[in-house]
């Protein structure tokens, strides 16, 4: 099967590094230099993830970004020197799946990617939930009071896993190791950063994800 990855970035030399790793892993690898340009590839043809810089000439990875989620909806990864707070949770808001922060291992980013593909192919039968919070499995879709919501991958995936085992104190680790899929615990904000924004998706019901200080996070069987 031809996978597509779209590489992103104003510098050559990273580009080089990501593409000579993806190809070892049997992608077939895109290029642009700018936002403009990834825009006008992503587009035109079928990509299956971005790893996008944020810091570009002519159009920035996230107007990028926000540009192609307007016609398609693409898993992205940003790579960037931006590590602020403020910088991780808007480029999570615009529906990203993951964020890396420069200077970064190439194996590592190619993991990151496989974990992505991985869940784009996992497909299920059933629909759970609780009250009006309804997870159709099946169509990797949330509904909160008969409205569906607009969920990035991950913030699906750690809604999936927290739901399957509620009542569970979940530990961060355990919580990073099911839903990321690898090694993460070095950098456990970006876990803290998906519930913020997962609550704030679940309106009324994210009472049900509760913190436990000193070890993770649960979702209650009843509020």
């Known amino acids: 099967m031809d996978i597509k990855i779209l590489i992103v970035d104003d510098e050559e030399m990273i580009r080089k590094l990501i593409r000579k790793y993806a190809l070892n892993e049997g992608y077939t690898v895109l290029e642009a230099?700018?936002?403009?340009?990834?825009?006008?590839i992503a587009l035109k043809e079928d990509i299956r993830v971005i790893v996008m810089d944020v810091m570009m000439p002519v159009m920035d990875g996230f107007k990028a970004y926000q540009r192609i989620l307007e016609e398609?909806?693409?898993?992205?990864?940003?790579?960037?020197a931006?590590?602020?707070?403020?910088?991780?949770?808007y480029g999570f808001d615009l529906g990203?799946?993951?964020?890396?922060?420069k200077p970064f291992s190439a194996n590592e980013l190619m993991k990151r990617i496989q974990v992505?593909?991985?869940?784009?192919?996992?497909?299920?039968?059933?629909?759970?939930?609780?009250?009006?919070?309804?997870?159709?499995?099946?169509?990797?879709?949330?509904s909160v009071?008969?409205?569906?919501?607009?969920?990035?991958?991950?913030?699906?995936?750690?809604?999936?896993?927290?739901?399957?085992?509620?009542?569970?104190?979940l530990s961060r680790e355990s919580i990073l190791e099911h839903v990321w899929g690898y090694d993460y615990f070095k950098d456990d904000r970006?876990?803290?950063?998906h519930i913020k924004l997962l609550r704030k998706s679940l309106g009324p019901y994210s009472r049900y994800i509760t913190t436990i200080?000193?070890?993770?996070?649960?979702?209650?069987?009843?509020v």
């Open 33 to 40: 230099c700018n936002g403009q340009e990834a825009v006008d």
């Open 72 to 80: 398609k909806n693409i898993p992205c990864i940003f790579l960037t």
């Open 82 to 89: 931006l590590n602020e707070e403020y910088n991780r949770i």
């Open 96 to 101: 990203a799946d993951d964020y890396v922060g």
């Open 116 to 142: 992505i593909l991985k869940h784009q192919n996992i497909v299920n039968e059933d629909i759970v939930g609780v009250e009006g919070l309804k997870i159709d499995l099946k169509a990797h879709m949330v």
């Open 145 to 169: 009071d008969n409205q569906n919501i607009a969920l990035s991958l991950k913030e699906y995936d750690l809604l999936v896993y927290l739901f399957k085992n509620r009542g569970i104190a």
């Open 190 to 193: 970006t876990l803290d950063t």
């Open 213 to 222: 200080r000193g070890v993770g996070y649960r979702f209650e069987k009843t």
